[in-house]
């Protein structure tokens, strides 16, 4: 069997790629490494384990979780099922109940066919690549004899309510304003209306954020206007959402809104737009809340972790502002290991994957949300004036697909034909050439301060790729 996982949990077409069995089989391998574990570490009480267990509202997600409780429970775990959730409400809810486990099913910004299994260890952080290599050795072993587990069988019972200790939970992250550089509106302190006055829409991506979004950011004081909120198991992410920003945008130019939101299918991701319909998006959000830290005094060691796709203008603002960078490979996953390597308190990347480790253990697009349109409140400031504060460099990606990605990475004359780029570009754009990692493909990424000037050069590191 290949690695079962990949970098964001195990995703396929459900009933194909990730069927019933698999997701039984994986809960129940889940729940003996867990078990075994605890056996072995000697510091408990007899008591069960207890897993959270939510899902998006894609069809497949009623069999799979339907599954994976069984599987659970069959094992003897107890079972908190939270239903339809956002995958960070999972991870928070997981350390906020001492849960043991925590599983989510979400393909995330996949379309409705897909779905997945994301696996959260004690504490809410995903759960580490060894964790998962233990789960698979076990998923080939011989399966547990039938019959009662030692400590009983586990016992399900309905945890929807916990999404109320969730929202309270965000709302309660809104910082007071002591410390920040004079508002040009009135201070909005703790506890109070942090979005008051503004008009937000919100799409959800016909996606798990459906009822809590909208909720959150209407106790936030926002008045809103809720699009892509209409799940019906089939249309999640689709033409929608923060992968579609088009609906958003006119949304929000249709109504007068002061700014847009958009999340994915399970809200981790939070991209926006402006009262314009322009795109705010992962780098301009990052550059944003990094620079209210610093403001505040909060930013971890004057750093912010982003990855080697971050915009040039992002790098440029941060400089300005005397904050380091630290850079990752491209995943969300890169980004937190390095923020809890350096304890950082703040990362993300393009795609509006933003990590505010203060407040959560993962990607949350809800609290991004929250804290991004607070700043805009705060300061009194349309979302656009805060997004200007980096500039937006041209930024062209090519995939040439169909090579030998090793023989690129080692050639010469590939490695001079870069040097030749970034000497034309200099301090004015950047280029990357990276290998894919899940696909033979190199892809390529030029910026400069003019498009057609960064595509020409793009398409030229390309085609000596191609002639390798």
Known sequence: MGRLFGTDGVRGVAGEDLT????????????????????????????????????????????????????????????????????????????ALGADLGVMLSASHNPAPDN???????????????????????????????????????????????????????LASQPATAGLSAPAAPAVERGTAPLAGLQVVVDCAHGA??????????????????IGAEPDGENINADCGSTHLEALAAAVIK?????????????????????????VDGDQILAVLALELKARGMLAGDTVVATVMSNLGFRKAMAKAGITVVETAVGDRYVLEAMRAGSFVIGGEQSGHIIMLDHATTGDGMLTALHLLAAAARRGVPLADLARVMTRYPQVLVNVAGVDKEHAARSPALAAAVAAVQAELGAAGR??????????????????????????????????????
Not at 265 to 277: E, H, I, K, N, S
Not at 431 to 451: F, I, K, N, Q, Y
């Open 20 to 95: 019933s069995q698999l997701a039984m089989d994986l809960a129940t391998a889940a729940a003996g490494v867990l078990q075994d574990n605890r056996a072995a570490a000697a510091d408990h009480n007899g008591a069960r384990l207890v897993a959270v267990v939510g899902r998006d509202p894609r069809a497949s997600g009623e069999f799979l979780e339907a599954a994976v409780v069984a599987g659970l429970a069959g094992a003897g775990v107890d079972v908190l099922r939270l239903g339809v959730v956002p995958t960070p409400g999972v991870a928070y809810l997981t350390a």
């Open 116 to 170: 997945g299994i994301k696996l959260f260890a004690r504490g809410g952080f995903k759960l580490p690549d060894t964790a998962e290599d233990e789960i698979e050795a076990r998923m080939a072993l011989p399966g547990r004899a039938p019959g009662l587990p030692p400590s009983g069988f586990g016992r399900v019972r309905d945890a929807t309510g916990e999404h109320e200790r969730y929202l309270r939970h965000l």
């Open 209 to 226: 954020a459906s009822a809590l979004a909208p909720e959150l950011l209407r106790r936030a004081g926002a008045e809103v206007i809720a």
């Open 255 to 279: 109504h007068g809104a002061d700014a847009g939101i958009a999340h994915d299918g399970d809200a981790d991701r939070c991209l926006a737009v402006d009262a314009t319909g322009e795109i």
């Open 431 to 468: 280029v990357l050439v990276r290998p894919s990692g899940t696909e033979p493909a190199v892809r390529v990424m030029v910026e400069a301060t003019d498009h057609n000037h960064a595509q020409r050069l793009a398409d030229g590191l390309a085609a000596t790729i191609r002639s390798l």
